[in-house]
Nanobody
Framework: QVQLVESGGGSVQAGGSLRLSCAAS????????MGWFRQAPGKEREGVAS????????YYTDSVKARFTISRDRAKNTLYLQMNSLEPEDTAMYYC????????????????WGQGTQVTVST
């Protein structure tokens, strides 16, 4: 089992930055990849970014490319999402997730989820 706890959400103005953190505990050696998802009110959950354990390759959804950066500190068992140039459209609940096996593209691929942290971007 893996436990995930997100932090770092908050309210910012458009153009601002936030860094989300996700602390993982438990059987972290089993994790093949980790990712960030978000869900805005009335919308489906969407994948934002993911990173593989081996090779550290990353994936970003088109709307956040060049603005968001995903990283993972394996020594600290922590996943990060640096979010710059935030836009009101980024407002959502952000979730950290971990998968034991590949692929890691869709939410159904992930085995463990955090409870989420709210990000609100105002104009």
């Amino acid at each position: 089992q893996v436990q995930l706890v997100e932090s770092g959400g908050g309210s910012v103005q458009a153009g601002g930055s936030l860094r989300l953190s996700c602390a993982a505990s438990g059987l972290t050696s089993s994790i093949a990849c980790m990712g960030w998802f978000r869900q805005a009110p009335g919308k489906e959950r969407e994948g934002v970014a993911s990173v593989k354990t081996f090779g550290a390759s990353t994936y970003y959804t088109d709307s956040v490319k060049a603005r968001f950066t995903i990283s993972r500190d394996r020594a600290k068992n922590t996943l990060y999402l640096q979010m710059n140039s935030l836009e009101p459209e980024d407002t959502a609940m952000y979730y950290c997730a971990a998968a034991n096996t590949y692929p890691c593209g869709l939410s159904r691929d992930y085995d463990y989820w955090g409870q989420g942290t709210q990000v609100t971007v105002s104009t």
